[in-house]
C-alpha cells in the first residue's frame, strides 16, 4: 500500500511551520490594533449557501466546491471562501444587533477548491479574511484596504500593487449588464460554452474567462466606469480620496472584475511582480458586497471584505528571499550520563519547563558525544551535565554554548540560575 497526500495539498513541517505560527501572530497583532475580533466558523456548510451567496454562475459554485452528501441525506460543502460563511454567522448570530458597528471580524483557516494545483493554486489553503458588516462608509473601505496593505508591508514585502476598481451600485452595474450583452451577443457563438451560457445570465463573468481572454471583444468591452450612477461615482472618488490621505498607492483597472458575484461599488487586489511568480500574480482580493446580508435573510447591513491566502504570501517571501524572525532556540539541554541521572534529567526538565524555560533531553540513551551533536542541533544556549558524580554532589555541570565557559551549580539553585542568565542575556 502507497498512500500518499492528496493532489493540491501540502504538509507543513517543522521548520515551516514556524514561519506560520510567525505569520498568525502578525496576523492578530494587526486585527487588533485595527480593532477586528476573530470570528470561527465551521469548515464545512450547508451547499446552498455557497450557491446563493458566492453565485452559481461563478467557476467556484460550477467547477470548484468539494460537496457531499452526509449519512444524513444533506448537502454539504467544504467551504470554498469565508465571506458567505461569516454573513450567515452575522444573521444567524444576530449580531445585526449589537451596538457596535460594523461588526469587525477577521478569520484564519482552510478553504477547499478543486482547482487545477499549479504554483501558488491549492486545493486546501489557508485564507486570511477580514469582513467589517453593518456600514456603508467609504472610509471602511479605505481601512480595510489599508490593512491589508500594512500586513504585507509589515512582513517586509516589496513590490505590491493594489488594483482598484468599482463595480457600481444595483443601477449601474444592470445598466452595464445590458451594455455588456449588446456587446458580445452578436459574436457569442465565438466564446466558450461556459461563456455562451453566462450571456443573458451574468455577462460580467465572461469579462473574467481564462479561455476566451485573448478574444478581440474583451479588450473593447463597455467598461463598468463609464455606467457608474452619480452614487457610485461619489462613492468611488471618497473611497480614493481616503486611501490618498492614507498615503496608499493605486491603479485603477476597469477591467478587476473578480470571480465572485456578492460584490457591488469597490472592488480590488493586490498583486506582485516577481520571477518566482513568472508574471504579475494575484496576493489578495476583496470588495465590498452590500446586498449579501439582506440575500441571507438579515436587515440592511453593508459589507466589505479581502482574503489572502497564506500559501500565496510564503510564495512571495521566498521569491523575495525574505527571512522571517522565526529561529527558535532551546534554551537548555541536560545532558544525563547513567540510568540515575537519566531519571533525574526527566525531572529537572519538566522543573525548568514550569519555569518557563524550553528545555529537552535525550530520550534514545545516546553517548555523550551524541547528547552535545543533539543540544547543538537544538541550538541550546546552555548545556548542563550530568553523571553520577554530581548527582552524588548535589550538582549540575552548566556550559554556555557561546562563551564555552562552565559553572558548577548546585541542583537546588539550578533553575533560578538559567532563568537569571537568560534573563540578564535577553536584557
Ligand atoms: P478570492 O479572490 O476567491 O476571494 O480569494 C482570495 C485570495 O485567496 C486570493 O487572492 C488568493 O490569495 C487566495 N486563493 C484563492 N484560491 C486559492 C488557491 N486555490 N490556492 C491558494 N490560494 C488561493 C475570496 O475568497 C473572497 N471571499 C474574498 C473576500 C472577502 N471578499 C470580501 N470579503
Redesign the pocket.
Known sequence: MNIRIPR?TQDILPGTSEQWQYIESVIHDICRRYNYSEIRTPIFEQTELFQRG?GDTTD?VQKEMYTFEDRGGRSLTLR?????A?VRSYVENKLYGHVSQPQKLYYVGP?F?Y?R?QS????Q?V?F???AIGSADPTLDAEVIALAMDFYKELGLTGIKLVLNSLGDQESRSSHRQALIQHFQPRIDEFCEDCQSRLERNPLRILDCKKDQDHPLMETAPSILEYLNESSQSYFESVKECLNQMGIDYEVDPGLV???D??NNTAF??MIEGKGFGSIT????????NGLVEEMGGPESP???????I???IMALETQNIDLPVVQNLDCYVVALGKEPANKAAAIVTELRRAGVSADKDYTFKKMKGQFKVADRFGASYTAILGDNELEKGVINVKEMSSGEQQEVSLEQFVSYIKHKLEVESE
Open positions: 493540491g458566492v467556484i470554498p471562501e469565508g465571506t458567505a461569516v478553504m477548491r482547482e494545483p501558488g493554486r491549492m486545493r489553503f485564507q479574511g477580514v469582513e473578480r470571480g465572485l456578492y460584490y487586489e493586490i494575484t496576493l489578495m482580493g476583496g470588495g465590498r458586497y459589507g466589505i471584505g479581502f482574503a489572502l491566502s500559501e500565496r504570501l
